[in-house]
């Protein structure tokens, strides 16, 4: 399995990575429509604002005349920013672009009326020419494309410090083969000392791992079928991912419903715990902090999930009655270009969503995701929204903090066949 180790050479060439500074932009046409861009999103913090700063620059390169205005509200995965923007939208008072995930999370906003189509920014940036038809697709409703993607995340890795692990006597490099051999090593790693060997952040983190045991101990078929009813939410292997699950969290340290993600990962960075499962963009946090890939820690596919990709996109949209929608589409042209997806990825720590860019010019990891995303078979999260409507995912979110407090299981699974019900019906 590729780890911090060998991603380069599963990469690709493995060149010199690019600094996202020296991405410049071109000023397109006249420099744009003009006015403020009122830009609504959930990266206030870590490589987020990072990769946000990136694209900002970018887009004053680009289009001078436009103002940007930086609307982000705190909360990791966003489940502060969509409460708020639920209001904003309810009210009539949209953005003039808001941050969505590609896939179900976009169906609420369609449904009710509240985003417009972009299929003519997707095609004057390239259209299925440089976008993953795959991708397209899961922005795509009745032929109407409805977002522009920044980037591709994955969320199922597990980040691991390499001198924990080696003094637990565990290969950092080599994934355990199943959450059954993984709970084998988190007791290696108790044992050596460390008292919290897992770390986790807020119930949005905690979605995040509880889906990778879902994926582990469903499979990528059966897990993807709890989406549409062909798999049930009461299937006995649910039961054992719920259980697997509550047995992980004896590892972790308590963490509130509001807590973000990078205190989280720092705990791996500090060597305060041995492992950390979350997306890609922690490969930032570790950068940030001065740590070298392969040497202070590795990276790998959660135990039971080698050639599984668990999917997220960010993308962006032009919300009716945006206030400024011209400056909107220069937003989305940003974004969406080839400049924009290079500098943002490279701070952010994603891939591009964009396919004509090289993979020569970024670190090891996202080289090795960039490999990954080709070969792999690619499931959605529920945590970030590509698996699930808002309502739908509300619904697990709290289940989830429930069981974080009750560790009843039984409780745990009727909740998330309820909230199965409510969503699909019957």
Request: no cysteine; charged share 20%; proline share 5%.
């Amino acid at each position: 399995m590729s780890s911090g180790a060998d991603s380069s050479a599963a990469g690709g060439a493995g060149g010199t990575p690019m600094n996202p500074s020296d991405v410049k932009g071109t000023k397109q046409g006249n420099g744009g429509a003009g006015g403020t861009v009122g830009v609504f999103t959930w990266w206030a913090d870590g490589s987020e604002k990072l990769g946000l700063d990136q694209l900002t620059r970018l887009f004053g390169e680009m289009y001078p005349n436009d103002k940007f205005q930086n609307l982000a509200v705190a909360g990791g995965a966003g489940s502060n920013a969509k409460a708020k923007l639920a209001s904003d939208l309810q009210a009539g008072n949209p953005p003039d672009t808001f941050q969505g995930h590609a896939g179900a999370e976009l169906t609420d906003y369609i449904n009710a009326g509240q985003i417009e189509p972009v299929n003519d920014v997707i095609d004057g940036l390239g259209g299925e020419k440089v976008f993953p038809k795959d991708l397209l697709d899961r922005l795509t409703v009745d032929g109407k494309i409805y977002s522009v993607p920044s980037n591709i995340h994955r969320a199922n890795v597990v980040w691991v410090n390499n001198d924990v692990l080696t003094k637990a006597g565990i290969d950092p490099k080599k994934a355990p083969t199943d959450i059954k051999s993984w709970i084998a090593d988190l007791d290696k790693v108790k044992a050596s000392g460390i008292a919290t060997p897992l770390s986790i952040g807020g119930t949005w983190t905690q979605v995040e791992l509880f889906e990778t045991v879902l994926i582990s101990d469903l499979g990528p078929d059966a897990y993807s079928g709890l989406f549409d009813g062909s798999t049930k939410w009461d299937d006995p292997k649910v039961k054992t991912a719920i259980d697997d699950y509550a047995k992980l969290l004896t590892y972790a340290n308590k963490a509130a419903d509001g807590d973000d993600w990078p205190p989280a990962t720092d705990m791996v960075i500090e060597g305060k715990a041995g492992y950390n499962v979350m997306g890609d963009w922690a490969v930032a946090e570790f950068t940030s902090k001065g740590k070298k890939d392969g040497v202070d820690y590795s990276y790998w596919a959660v135990p039971g999930q080698e050639g599984v990709y668990d999917f997220l996109a960010d993308s962006f949209t032009l919300p009716k009655g945006a206030p400024n929608p011209g400056g909107t589409k220069d937003w989305l042209n940003t974004i969406g270009s080839k400049e924009g997806q290079t500098a943002f990825n490279l701070a952010k720590g994603s891939i591009p969503a964009r396919t004509d860019i090289s993979a020569d010019i970024f670190p090891p990891y996202q080289q090795w995701a960039m490999g990954e995303f080709k070969k792999d078979k690619i499931v959605s999260s529920i945590a970030h929204g590509a698996a699930v409507p808002v309502a739908w995912l509300t619904a697990i979110q709290q289940a989830t903090s429930k069981f974080m407090s009750t560790r009843d299981t039984g409780a745990f699974q009727s909740d998330l066949v309820n909230a199965a019900s409510d969503a699909l019906g019957g």
